[in-house]
């Protein structure tokens, strides 16, 4: 599992999503991504827990203190099998990145490629691309975790 990575020397997060947008009406309080970012981030997931067999779950918001205790609580409610999962979350306003692995997971994800991970995200995010940073990050953990051993040759 990794630790949090404070992100103390970055300006901010979410410079360009600060404020909610839509793309397709709708209040801007109601959302804070548009429909195409979330189609993005649901595509991102869904190929990185395809690809690696791992099931990927994502928080985006305010994390309770300490952030990796209310991660680990995530983590744990995020599905049937939380050996096999990794969440990843947010925390945009808190500069913060966790991210959790669960038992079987960390075994194909250590905790180095977890934190470079991490500063690949927070370099986007730096730059106001916190769709992106999140889809980027979700491609290293993916292919540092591999294919499951069923599908290795």
Do not use: W
């Amino acid at each position: 599992m990794t630790r949090a990575l404070e992100v103390d020397s970055h300006d901010t997060a979410t410079a360009t999503t600060g404020a909610a947008r839509t793309d397709q009406g709708g209040s801007a309080a109601d959302q804070v991504f548009s429909y195409k970012e979330l189609a993005r981030l649901d595509e991102a997931l869904t190929m990185s827990s395809r690809e690696t067999g791992l099931r990927f779950t994502l928080y985006v918001g305010e994390l309770r203190t300490p952030t990796r205790a209310h991660a680990e609580e995530l983590h744990a409610r995020s599905g049937a099998n939380p050996a096999d999962a990794v969440l990843i979350a947010v925390s945009p306003g808190q500069r913060v990145v966790e991210v959790v692995t669960g038992a079987s997971s960390a075994r194909r994800l250590p905790d180095r490629a977890c934190a470079l991970a991490v500063l690949s995200m927070t370099s986007s995010f730096a730059n106001g691309d916190l769709v992106g940073g999140i889809v980027n990050g979700l491609r290293q953990l993916s292919d540092q975790a591999g294919h499951p051993a069923s599908l290795r040759h």
